[in-house]
């Protein structure tokens, strides 16, 4: 489930929302496995960070999500890095996916952070016009510093995204057509290796006879 979701945010969800419950589907597989027996238990494994993601209260489980997804660093270290060996493709496909959602021109990362804006609110010195020195300096002043204390607010990366969700959901289509391509290419290249073992298993058969 996306931050979004899991905060319950004002905001509209999005085709960005859908692509980064994507990205936690891929991290829960390749962590705790996809075939059965491949599968490993998660309350056996309750010390990776990832099973932060499904315990706790809704508040607790989207700041774990938004804090492993704030950098790769941390996605590395929290989440990647716990992968399954054998998943080493769906690694290379998490770390694209999350560039693309959390890394990308309009969000560069997952934390809130405080924003001010880069609009002038420098105050005149006195000596700098004949207005300063006007019967209205003193509520000039203070409208100026009203508007510069509302000029910080808390910017919400996962709310400036969406500004930029047309090329981002083009760059996440192109990691998906190539992480395709590689898969057929290893699927090829893995049926061509059992098609030649079948043909030396018949002739060492018709050999032996």
């Known amino acids: 489930m996306s931050i979004a979701n899991v905060e319950d945010m004002t905001e509209d969800r999005t085709a960005l929302d859908d692509w980064e419950s994507l990205l936690y589907v891929i991290c829960w597989l390749a962590t705790f496995g996809i075939k ?6 998660v309350i056996e494994n309750s ?13 607790a489980i989207a700041l774990a999500k938004r804090t492993h997804m704030d950098n790769i660093k ?4 929290n989440i990647t890095n716990k992968f399954q060996g054998r998943y080493k493709l769906l690694k290379n496909l998490a770390a694209n996916l999350h560039e693309a959602l959390f890394l990308n021109e309009g969000c560069l990362g997952a934390l809130r952070s405080l924003s001010t804006s880069n609009e002038d609110t ?9 207005i300063s020195d006007s019967d209205d300096s003193d509520e000039d002043t203070e409208s100026s510093g009203e508007e510069e204390a509302a000029a910080s607010y808390d910017l919400d990366p996962l709310v400036e995204r969406c500004k930029y969700m047309d090329s981002i959901v083009d760059k996440l289509l192109g990691i998906m057509d190539s992480m395709k391509a590689e898969a057929e290419r290893r699927l090829s290249k893995k049926a061509a290796v059992k098609e030649r073992r079948s043909r030396e298993k018949a002739a060492d058969k018709k050999h032996l006879a």
Do not use: M, Q, V
């Open 36 to 41: 059965s027996s491949n599968r490993i238990a």
């Open 47 to 59: 010390e990776y960070p990832i099973t932060s993601w499904s315990a706790g209260t809704a508040t």
């Open 74 to 77: 941390s996605l590395g270290n």
């Open 122 to 130: 420098t105050k005149p010195n006195a000596g700098d016009s004949d």
